[in-house]
């Protein structure tokens, strides 16, 4: 069983940067993979960020990110990060913290554990 809390979310301006965290309890996360979807009003849940929890397989980003936005974990806390930069508009959603099985799992979104999600929202 593993519990994940995130943190962080809040309205920023356009350009503004945000660090999401996520920490996860429970069983050891040594076999899982971990990152970050994210959900607007009217658009369809899309991964945004994930690796395996001791980052072999190397960090995946959706497609979207462009640069913008960098994942970090820190192992001997079980905390993941979201660093966000130069945010825009269409980065407002709700972003959650999720953990599965494999990444290959993480990013078709078959998902074992999620958080309860963060608000982020983004103003011209």
């Known amino acids: 069983q593993v519990q994940l809390v995130e943190s962080g979310g809040r309205s920023v301006q356009a350009g503004g940067s945000l660090r999401l965290s996520c920490v996860a309890s429970?069983?050891?996360?040594?076999?899982?993979?971990m990152g970050w979807f994210r959900r607007a009003p009217g658009n369809e849940r899309e991964f945004v960020a994930g690796?395996?929890?001791?980052?072999?397989?190397?960090?995946y980003y959706g497609d979207f990110v462009k640069g913008r936005f960098t994942f970090s974990r820190d192992t001997s806390k079980n905390t993941v990060f979201l660093q966000m930069n130069d945010l825009k508009s269409d980065d407002t959603a709700v972003y959650f913290c999720?953990?599965?099985?494999?990444?290959?799992?993480?990013?078709?979104?078959?998902?074992?554990?999620w958080g309860q999600g963060t608000q982020v929202t983004v103003s011209l």
């Open positions: 999720a953990a599965t099985t494999t990444i290959a799992d993480l990013r078709r979104a078959n998902i074992e554990y």
């Open positions: 429970g069983q050891s996360l040594e076999r899982y993979a």
């Open positions: 690796v395996a929890w001791h980052g072999g397989g190397g960090i």
